[in-house]
Structures are given as structure tokens and as C-alpha cells.
């Protein structure tokens, strides 16, 4: 099995306003040169868990790996960096 690039484990995301949790207990994994697709209803977190994997949120709880490095607990300045080497994101605005 190759090495996942991206990894989530026992991860969730809460906005505070919410009494559940948006994503709860994500374990889910990306590999370098597979295509994904991320589908579901309106409001079941997709643009949330997109956020998250872009580095423009933070996980509640649980990790996040990316190329093996624990980006789950890093600071603004230092995800900043690391969207500007290597994430792209485009809006769909």
C-alpha cells in the first residue's frame, strides 16, 4: 500500500454555535495520484471538511497528516506557509 499523502484520524470539527458536531470521528484517507470525489447533500460538511483540508480551518479534535507531518496543531503563520508551497484552492466563487 503506498503512503498516504493525506490523512485524517479520529478527526472532528465543531463551529461552536453548533450543539453537534459538523464532521465526527473522520478517519479518512487520500493517496499521491488517485482521484477523489467528495459528494453528499447540502449541509452534510463537504465545504467544511474542504476548508479543513486547505488549511483555512482547524480539526476540533483528532489529526491531521500531510506528506506525514502533523499539520492538525500548527499555527496561522506556519499553515499559511504550507498553503502557499503545497495546497492550491480555488473557489468556486
Known sequence: ???PVIE???FTFQYRAQ???TLNNINLTFEKNKKYTIVGESGCGKSTLLNILG???TPT???YMLNGIDVS???EDQ???IRKGKLGFVFQS
Open 1 to 3: 500500500m503506498k503512503k
Open 8 to 10: 485524517f484520524v479520529d
Open 19 to 21: 450543539a453537534k458536531p
Open 55 to 57: 488549511l483555512l480551518d
Open 61 to 63: 479534535q483528532g489529526t
Open 73 to 75: 496543531t500548527m499555527d
Open 79 to 81: 499553515r499559511t506557509d
